[in-house]
């Protein structure tokens, strides 16, 4: 029997193994066989990519669709997922009502709007969404929530929510006690950061009148205060035999404690950073457009980033891209403390990630592959995503590592009117994305309608 295409002629990137030159065949969305070029086999379509390095799709496990913007617009502009290599999305939301109310809505809006495959995170804010796991985890097969550590003491108080969780240290444990007891696939993402500290440095900098600008907001959220929390995650992680993600690590004071207490994370612990610790600092130019909660740190920081996902430390990467406009940014004002948090960034993350981590530092392909791709589809339970072998979706970022272009809004195809990475010339854009054994990327255009994506039910 024919398959449907197959790839030839590529250098294929397959994490944790290397760069291979082999050929690989597709038939009905998934990967049915990986071949040696001399190897004969009928296809009824044959990709050349001679001169190419053909990635596995990207799995972005981090990002807030539906913040700034309804979840409708957001789903509509993730076509610039794919025109950077990612065919995976894990959309992070958090609600106060039901979830089994709430999420029907946004899972239907996803199957009709997506371009790319994609899957969500939510966020425990209420015993009501404790009391209803199992049923959540069993109807929609969702299996990975996320812990606020810098919403502590606030969901009744700021937030006004009358049933809100404390998400306190004790909260914490008996919500990683009740994942066990439901599977130990489940996943709890956690955002670490010391928030009296944090609150009480904003206080103080307010009164004292401080500039403005991103050493203003750095200094608001030291690297020690997120390590801190850190620390106490890992513990009591630890006490109970959890299974926890650490979200977007900044500071090389964190990348210290991981270094120095291996038997704090030596299973079930992941730890996620973004490509913007590891490419922007306090001193960027592009100033406050790259606000962020945790915020960008030093170049020692990112530098330490650096190092932890060399050796290992630092698992994956994600973008925590939250869609959004430069007014929507500074509609409150142009203050640092006045800007909100967040900026687009998903479509360069791989450009980025080659330029960045392989042509600058000498990281391998491979590990790069790893950590935008394998890393995070492990994870997040993604069995059939962020691999190139035989029953594997058939996802791929088909690579030119010797094209240069400047990152803007439009390469990207994005909505928003601005990028924190605007003006960077960089390697390594897709030439081609393919989805499920389906081209949606040719020559860096998409190519397909709106509503192409699948949502992804996980199995515990």
Not at 48 to 55: K, M, N, P, Q, R
Not at 163 to 168: I, K
Not at 426 to 447: A, L
Request: negative net charge; glycine residues 10%; proline residues 3%.
């Amino acid at each position: 029997m024919k398959i449907d295409l197959l790839i030839t002629n590529g250098a294929v990137v397959f994490p944790k193994q290397g760069v291979k030159n082999v050929n690989i065949g597709v038939r009905d969305g998934k990967i049915v066989g990986i071949f040696e070029n001399a190897e004969v086999i009928e296809a009824n379509e044959i990709l050349d990519a001679s001169g190419l390095h053909v990635f596995p799709g990207l799995v972005d496990a981090h990002e807030h669709l539906g913040i700034y913007n309804s979840v409708e617009e957001d789903f509509l502009d993730t076509k610039q997922h794919a025109v950077g290599g990612v065919t995976t999305v894990v959309n992070y939301d958090r609600q106060v009502e039901s979830y089994l109310d709430f999420f029907p809505r946004v899972q239907a809006i996803g199957e009709k709007n997506s371009y790319i495959d994609f899957t969500y995170s939510l966020g425990i804010l209420t015993e009501q969404h404790l009391d209803e796991l199992e049923e959540t985890v069993e109807r929609f097969g969702l299996t990975s929530f996320k812990f606020f550590r810098n919403y502590e003491k606030q969901l009744n108080g700021k937030f006004k929510i009358s049933n809100g969780l404390d998400l306190s240290s004790y909260d914490l444990m008996r919500i990683l006690e009740k994942f066990k007891s439901v599977s130990p696939k489940l996943l709890l993402a956690v955002h670490c950061e010391n928030m009296d500290i944090n609150r009480s440095l904003i206080s103080k900098y307010k009164a004292e009148g401080a500039e403005d600008g991103l050493r203003t907001w750095s200094l608001t959220s030291p690297g020690f205060a997120e390590a801190e929390s850190l620390m106490s995650t890992l513990y009591l992680n630890k006490v109970v035999g959890g299974n926890v993600y650490i979200v977007h690590l900044t500071s090389a004071a964190s990348v210290d404690v991981l270094e120095s207490t291996p038997w704090l994370h030596e299973k079930g612990v992941k730890v996620e950073t973004c490509a913007h610790y590891l490419s922007l600092t306090e001193d960027s130019e592009v100033g406050l457009d790259a606000k962020v909660g945790p915020p960008v740190h030093s170049q020692h920081d990112a530098d330490r980033l650096w190092e932890g996902i060399k050796n290992g430390t630092i698992n994956a990467i994600g973008t925590d891209h939250v869609p959004s406009s430069r007014a929507k940014k500074y509609g409150g004002g142009e203050g640092v403390f006045d800007a909100l948090y967040g900026f687009p960034s998903v479509g360069s993350l791989l450009p980025v990630m080659i330029t960045e981590g392989h042509i600058k530092r000498g990281l391998p392909l491979e590990r790069i592959a790893e950590i935008t791709s394998y890393e995070p589809a492990e994870s997040f339970n993604l069995t059939s995503k962020g691999k190139i072998e035989v029953g594997a979706d058939a996802d791929f970022a088909i690579v030119d590592l010797e094209k240069k272009e400047i990152i803007t809004p439009e390469r990207m195809h994005s909505v928003a009117d601005y990028s924190v990475f605007e003006g960077k010339e960089v390697n390594g854009w897709p030439v081609y994305t393919i989805s499920r054994g389906e081209m949606i990327v040719k020559d860096g255009q998409p190519v397909m309608d709106y509503g192409r994506g699948s949502y992804i039910r996980r199995s515990i």
